[in-house]
Nanobody, 120 residues
Framework: QVQLVESGGGLVQPGGSLRLSCAVS????????MGWYRQTPENERDLVAD???????TYADSVKGRFTISRDNAKNTVYLQMNNLKPEDTAIYYC??????????????WGQGTQVTVSS
């Protein structure tokens, strides 16, 4: 059973920083892209950043220069370092992984979500 477990959310003041982590557990053959999405009650779930197995990264325009995505393949973990946080970054952040549970299968998996609130 594949699971994605997120941690690191919380309440932070504007201009502050948080680091999100997402660890993939269970029996897996390999992990392709990993990423972070966020959702508010008013919006759909949107891409924040993702990172390919090759290390190539993609960022939403709204977070470029402030957020950094990275991964530790030995630990099957993806991170999101968030600096200079703004109130509009407030959302539930979801981890996503495109992975192979076995040699013959491939699927899209999601974490349970972690709340990030930016407020003074």
């Amino acid at each position: 059973q594949v699971q994605l477990v997120e941690s690191g959310g919380g309440l932070v003041q504007p201009g502050g920083s948080l680091r999100l982590s997402c660890a993939v557990s269970g029996s897996i053959f390999g992990i392709n892209a990993m990423g972070w999405y966020r959702q508010t009650p008013e919006n759909e779930r949107d891409l924040v950043a993702d990172i390919e197995g090759s290390g190539v990264t993609t960022y939403a325009d709204s977070v470029k220069g402030r957020f950094t995505i990275s991964r530790d393949n030995a630990k099957n973990t993806v991170y999101l370092q968030m600096n200079n946080l703004k109130p509009e970054d407030t959302a539930i952040y979801y981890c996503n992984a495109d992975l192979n549970p076995s040699y013959y299968s491939r699927g899209d998996y999601w974490g349970q979500g972690t709340q990030v609130t930016v407020s003074s």
